[in-house]
């Protein structure tokens, strides 16, 4: 096991220079005059996250932003890369399933997950009945490839099946299907393994939103003789707006950037590629770094409206405060 | 309509309470415990049931599966996991060829394991302090353009990570030269990453404090650091807790940043690399890949369902506020 040691060397190293630099700002903040110590305080807790940030998120922005205008050999070439992406069918077929995985993915993981939430509400063994559908946000969208590979997997008719759909369809009489090859129904299949990711997530937030709802309002509709759905919709819905917002954007923001799905269940072919997959490939794979930049850009300018409205809607928390 | 004024109510009670109070309380206090709304009928039941179901099977079936003989699961005599049931079949060897063969063709997982962990402690640690350091300065800190800059470090968390990769590599091995195959360049990526997401969260927690405390300790002389060390840390412990599980799984399941950082060499890549070169070629090893997925969830499973509850606390914490 000597690797071990030497493994552990590092990361001890790495935590102890860390921990001299964090002391060394602590010590001149401490020291610092006091006519200028509020500003060295700024200065001194903000400096090592914005330094990081800066280098690692807006510088490349910045630069991807440029790249998104020049062609593979670097040099500018106009808005060709964004007249490729909106005419060659490949691409647009990639837009077309960025746009569905944005509209199912979100949408379903929140019914799912309201619905969910409503239904265990008080019910005999929720912890583990929440468990159960949380469990999924803990594993790896690798892990999840290939657990859902076993689920779609196919064999040629007439020999047993290994994956549980596929028995499922010759039960009851139908041929195996090809779940991740045959276009275009095959995007829904890799949303569905999405979904399944991300309705926890909905789940959780919601039910302890739902529970936040105070019994005397619950209490009052009852009495004034709301049916449990009326109650459910004029009292519930309207006491969980907040949360559903936050829900639906964090969920959305998610899928736009979907990636490892893809990547490990199709790798983009069988016309199931999506931006975000699409951006690795021509950058990483077809030495198109000008179109995967394009591609990048196009994605951030699609997440921009939630961030605008999540903005205004921090800014006016602030102002009620 | 009798329940409109209700809805009024509880659009009020929503904007007006502070959040910690209702996330926190909500979930403790039996004087907040609920009437039981009728909805809970047999068909809600039910549904709910079938849900759970469709929910756990998938796994489920890996988790059989990765018990059951190589011959079972590949070739002419395998047949579906379910049928492990009937013919009784299980092992456990699947689960030591995964771990602990030897030889460069077979997954090797415990080097992997060890490297996903020497990845995501630094990190974790990393991004707490850096974060929570920010993330006080942008509640109690007093500049101009704090809510602007804060707002843009909102902003930061929607820049795909496929944009910053390139420029980062280059910036990595060109500039700083640091070298390849070790953790260094996975830790800072890592650490850069989680930043805004972590400042962010912290910020929903860390403004809630309450005012008069933090007034009382300066004028009782406590200078910034001696505020944010003895009063907010320790205040801020199960937010803390809850970025600190969030940072876990997200670390420990990444693969992109790994596909780019590491080399690939089995010096420092992490388990969920090599499963992805295990799983995506077909071959003669095929068998190992249920147990080795199984390996590679079964940590950050663990931790998660050990610490659900500050998990759930911190995601409301961000939630309710965001």
Redesign the interface.
């Known amino acids: 096991m000597e690797?071990?040691g030497g493994?552990?060397l590092?990361?001890g190293i790495?935590?102890a220079a860390?921990a001299a630099v964090?002391g060394l700002i602590?010590l001149l903040?401490?020291r610092a005059p006091k006519s200028t110590?509020?500003?060295v305080?700024?200065i001194g807790?903000?400096a090592?996250?914005?330094i990081?940030?800066i280098?690692?998120?807006?510088?490349?922005?910045v630069?991807?932003s440029y790249l998104a205008f020049t062609d593979a050999k670097g040099t500018p070439n106009g808005v060709d890369n964004f007249v490729w992406m909106f005419t060659q069918p490949e691409a647009v077929i990639t837009l077309r399933n960025t746009v569905i995985w944005t509209v199912l993915v979100p949408l379903l993981s929140t019914v799912?997950g309201l619905?969910?939430a409503?239904?265990?509400?008080?019910?005999r063994g929720e912890r583990i009945?929440k468990?159960?559908?949380?469990?999924?946000?803990?594993?790896?969208?690798?892990?999840a490839?290939?657990?859902?590979?076993?689920?779609y997997d196919f064999r040629g008719a007439g020999i047993?099946?290994?994956?549980?759909l596929n028995?499922l369809r010759v039960a009851v009489g139908m041929d195996p299907k090809q779940f991740l090859l045959d276009a275009p129904e095959n995007t829904i299949f890799l949303i569905i393994v999405m979904v399944?990711i991300q309705?926890?997530?909905a789940m959780?937030?919601l039910s302890?939103?739902i529970?936040?709802?105070?019994?005397e309002?619950?209490?009052?509709?009852?009495l004034?003789?709301?049916n449990?759905?009326?109650?459910?919709r004029?009292?519930?819905i309207?006491?969980?707006?907040?949360?559903l917002v936050?829900?639906l954007t964090t969920i959305t923001?998610a899928t736009?950037?979907v990636?490892?799905i893809v990547?490990?269940m199709t790798a983009g072919n069988f016309e199931t590629s999506v931006v975000?997959n699409e951006?690795?490939t021509q950058?990483f794979r077809a030495d198109e770094?000008g179109r995967?930049?394009a591609l990048?850009l196009v994605?951030?300018l699609l997440?921009?409206p939630?961030?605008v409205y999540?903005?205004r809607?921090?800014?006016q928390?602030?102002e009620?405060r | 309509?009798?329940?409109?004024p209700?809805?009024d109510?509880?659009?009020k009670?929503?904007?007006g309470l502070p959040l910690g109070e209702?996330?926190i309380h909500?979930?403790d206090e039996p004087i907040?415990?609920?009437?039981?709304?009728?909805?809970?009928?047999p068909f809600?039941?039910a549904?709910?049931l079938i849900?759970?179901a469709i929910?756990?099977?998938?796994?489920f079936?890996?988790f059989v599966?990765s018990f059951r003989p190589a011959a079972k699961?590949v070739g002419p005599r395998?047949?579906?996991?379910?049928n492990a049931f009937f013919d009784g079949q299980f092992t456990f060897k699947n689960y030591v060829d995964a771990t602990a063969a030897a030889g460069s063709q077979s997954p090797n997982l415990s080097?992997y394991l060890?490297?996903s962990t020497?990845i995501v402690?630094?990190v974790t640690?990393?991004v707490l302090?850096?974060?929570s350091?920010?993330a006080?300065?942008f509640a109690w800190?007093?500049?101009r353009g704090r809510?602007a800059m804060?707002?843009f470090?909102?902003?930061?968390?929607?820049?795909?990570?496929?944009?910053?990769?390139?420029?980062?590599l280059q910036?990595f091995t060109q500039v700083l030269q640091l070298p390849a195959g070790?953790?260094?360049q996975l830790?800072?990526?890592h650490?850069?990453?989680g930043?805004?997401l972590g400042?962010f969260l912290l910020h929903n927690f860390i403004s809630e404090i309450p005012g008069e405390v933090i007034e009382a300790a300066r004028v009782d002389g406590a200078?910034?650091?001696t505020i944010?060390?003895r009063i907010i840390l320790p205040l801020s412990v199960p937010a803390l807790a809850s970025l600190a599980i969030f940072q876990f799984?997200w670390v420990?399941?990444?693969?992109?940043v790994a596909l780019v950082f590491s080399g690939g060499t089995p010096?420092v890549a992490p388990i969920?690399q090599r499963?992805?070169e295990i799983?995506?070629t077909r071959g003669a090893r095929d068998y190992l890949?249920?147990a080795?997925?199984f390996v590679?969830?079964i940590i950050?499973?663990g931790?998660?369902?050990a610490l659900?509850r500050y998990f759930?606390r911190g995601?409301?914490a961000?939630?309710?506020?965001?």
């Open positions: 690797f071990v493994k552990l590092q990361v790495a935590i860390f964090i602590m903040v401490d110590r509020d500003k305080t700024v807790f903000l090592p996250a914005a990081l940030m280098v690692g998120l807006v510088y490349p922005a630069q991807t799912f619905a969910y409503v239904f265990i509400d008080k019910a009945l468990a159960l559908v949380f469990m999924p946000m803990a594993i790896s969208f690798v892990g490839g290939v657990i859902w590979k076993l689920v047993e099946q290994t994956g549980v028995a399944w309705t926890g997530f959780v937030i302890a939103a529970k936040g709802v105070p019994v309002l619950v209490e009052a509709a009852r004034d003789g709301a449990p759905w009326q109650q459910f004029n009292v519930t309207p006491g969980i707006r907040g949360s936050v829900v923001i736009l950037k990636f490892d990547r490990t975000a951006m690795y950058a770094p995967g930049a990048a994605l951030f997440v921009l939630i961030v999540n903005a809607v921090l800014r928390q602030r009620i | 309509m009798t329940a409109t209700a809805r109510e509880a659009d009670a929503l904007v209702k996330g909500a979930a907040m415990r609920r009437v039981k709304t009728k909805l809970t009928s809600a039941t549904a709910a849900i759970a929910w756990t099977v998938p796994t079936g890996l599966q699961q395998s047949d579906g996991w379910w080097q060890i490297n020497a402690i630094p640690l990393f302090v850096l974060a350091m920010a006080y300065i800190g007093n500049f809510h804060f707002i470090v909102f902003a930061l968390q929607i820049v795909p990570l496929q944009m910053a990769l390139i420029p980062l910036l070790s953790y260094t830790w800072i990526a650490t850069i990453f930043l805004p400042i200078g910034h650091t944010f060390w799984l420990w399941n990444d693969l992109l010096d969920t499963l992805a799983s995506g890949n249920p080795a997925a590679s969830i950050p499973l931790v998660f369902f659900q759930v995601l409301l961000g939630g309710l506020k965001g």
